[in-house]
Each structure stands twice: as C-alpha cells, then as structure tokens.
C-alpha cells in the first residue's frame, strides 16, 4: 500500500487487470510459452492500440 493515492490507483488498476487476464488467459505474466520476440510483439501491438486510442482523443479535441 502506498501513502500516494495516485500509485495507489495503479497498483488497484494493476492488480484487477492481473485477475482478469489470469481468468481470461488461465496463466500470469510468469508464462514461459512465449519467446522474447512474443513478448516484444505482444508489447508493441498494445503500445499501438493506446497509439490509436490518443490519436482519436487528440482529433477529438482539435474539433472547432
């Protein structure tokens, strides 16, 4: 627990996204299946979707 409530917020963000994914995927992020190059695309296609989900915000925002 940390006295800073927005890292707070994370870990809470952190730790229901770990549960989900867990019941989702029946694994953790400890899974050893997955290569190095897995885990990179795995990472750069999440890094794209958040990409994406601020280009809209961004246009969004440009609207007169």
Known sequence: MSDDPIIES???KLA?????GIAKYGTTMART?????????????ELLDGAVY????????RKP
Do not use: T
């Open 10 to 12: 994370v870990r809470e």
């Open 16 to 20: 229901y996204r770990s549960r989900i």
């Open 33 to 45: 299946d997955l290569s190095r190059l897995d885990w990179l695309i795995h990472a750069q296609e």
């Open 54 to 61: 601020l280009e809209r915000l961004i246009q969004e925002e």
